[in-house]
């Protein structure tokens, strides 16, 4: 039956097509209203495939369109809809900094026993923030050279536009520390946020279990919640980002919907450059069995890929891993650890992301700048592997600290479930990765059954 309602809205949608084409280029004389009848005819027909499904990527495709269409329809009353997009904005800042706060603290102070791994819990993160670096200069890199974003008109947000204060180097680094928490998640200091989280996480770690057990509850608790907030928030999506696509295709035209194509093109190219450039040669350095690995990654990296979720992937990347003959030690805190330092697929992301949305804002930001937005937000996405849109999130919420527009982020939710697929994918294989690099490191063979590479460690 949702193959049935797919079909034809498909088949609606290319006659709608066909009609637009037919209408703007001469190629036979059309009713006026016949174009814009078939086009929300296909609207319809995606609309009742999406209910069917009751996907929320599929709503938010359909609001997408929905918003497009508007926009292009009837300019003036899409004009209106922009208090759609600020409603679902304000919203999602609300999320970020107890989000943040809950899943570094708990994620942190509930690696307590990383005093036990000593050795490898070090080299662990040393790995991560290397690789998560590499991921960083190569999405930079990317962007700057696509220049996927200059040209893009986007409209105001409608509210004060962030002020940038020019700040001395001396500055820019006290700016970083926070002088007071609640002043920090008040004026949306995000990265302040991120500083008071690591050392409050880093200081419950030392405290003894009886007292430190509560205070882990409470944000392994906040955490929970904070998602389960992020999931309502999310059913309102489908609104907020058709409102700003019709606000913003009714100000700006259709051209942008080329330029967003060009993003998610220079997104997977640089991903792919990613997995052949840093990834596979660090397996090779590393002495890890590529063939083997890749084997092994395959299925878990399909899961991640078709259900945009590392967390469904998570069970079967562990026991793959322990069939390639990475002890279960190993697996059962490397792999859980990535989840919140080893983003490499959302690292590269942020950097497409936010380079976009200030070429799109007409911003030019030196090399110097660039790479101060980038350990912002790598800083600032740590912990957040398991929330919904979790890279959106992040970059909204850092936003105004970075001195970035909200106008144009809102235009990468059009195709944010199709970069969340790749970039999914890549964060489940690079942990897998880092598991079996830490194996190497400890000196398993990685040619061992799972039983005896359990017994050996």
């Known amino acids: 039956m949702k193959r049935r309602f797919l079909l034809i809205a498909l088949g609606a949608a290319l006659l709608a097509a066909l009609a637009t084409l037919a209408q703007a280029w001469g190629w036979i004389a059309l009713p006026p209203l016949l174009p814009v009848s078939l086009r929300w005819i296909a609207l319809a027909a995606f609309a009742t495939w999406a209910a069917a499904r009751r996907s929320l990527t599929a709503w938010i495709v359909v609001g997408m369109l929905a918003g497009v269409e508007i926009g292009h329809d009837a300019p003036a009353a899409a004009l209106h809809l922009q208090i759609l997009g600020q409603i679902f904005l304000r919203l999602i800042k609300t999320i970020v900094a107890p989000l943040l706060f809950a899943t570094l603290v708990s994620g942190i102070a509930g690696h307590a026993d990383l005093k036990q791994v000593g050795r490898m819990g070090v080299k662990a993160l040393i790995f991560f923030e290397v690789v ?3 991921a960083l200069l190569i999405g930079l890199a990317a962007i700057n050279l696509s220049r996927a974003g200059v040209g893009v008109t986007t409209p105001a947000s409608g509210e004060a536009a962030p002020a940038v204060a020019t700040l001395s180097s001396t500055d820019t680094v006290l700016h970083i520390f926070p002088e007071n928490f609640a002043k920090a ?3 949306d200091q995000i990265l302040q946020v991120v500083v008071f989280s690591v050392l409050f996480g880093a200081a419950l770690a030392m405290v003894g279990e009886g007292k430190r057990r509560p205070m882990l509850a409470f944000t392994e608790s906040l955490a929970e919640t904070m998602f389960k907030f992020t999931n309502v928030v999310m059913l309102f999506a489908p609104l907020g980002v058709a409102g700003a696509m019709a606000y913003t295709v009714a100000h700006s035209g259709l051209a942008m919907l080329g330029h967003l194509f060009s993003l998610l093109a220079t997104l997977y190219v640089a991903l792919i450059v990613f997995l052949v450039l840093v990834l596979l040669p660090t397996a090779a350095m590393a002495r890890v069995p590529v063939k083997r690995f890749l084997q092994a990654v395959a299925e878990p990296a399909s899961i991640a890929f078709a259900t945009s979720s ?5 069970p079967r990347a562990m026991e793959s891993m322990e069939a390639m003959g990475v002890p279960r030690p190993i697996v059962a805190f490397i792999i859980p650890l990535g989840y919140s330092f080893n983003l490499t697929g959302t690292t590269l992301y942020l950097s497409l992301g ?3 949305v200030a070429q799109a804002s007409g911003q030019h930001l030196s090399f110097g700048r660039q790479l101060t937005v980038m350990l912002a937000l790598m800083l600032a996405s740590k912990g957040v592997a398991g929330v919904s849109r979790g890279a959106i999130v992040v970059l909204l919420g850092m936003a105004p600290a970075l001195g970035l527009p909200a106008a144009p982020i809102f235009l990468l939710f059009g195709i944010d479930a199709l970069m969340d697929m ?9 942990n897998c990765l880092a598991a079996a690099v830490m194996a190497r490191c400890e000196g398993v063979g990685l040619g061992q059954t799972a039983v005896e590479s359990s017994v050996t460690a």
Not at 310 to 314: F, G, I, M, N
Not at 422 to 430: D, S, Y
Request: charged content about 15%.
């Open 310 to 314: 590392s967390e469904a992937a998570l």
């Open 185 to 187: 998640v008040a004026e």
């Open 422 to 430: 790749g970039r999914t994918a890549v964060n489940v294989i690079g």
């Open 132 to 134: 998560t670096t590499l």
């Open 354 to 356: 936010a380079i976009f």
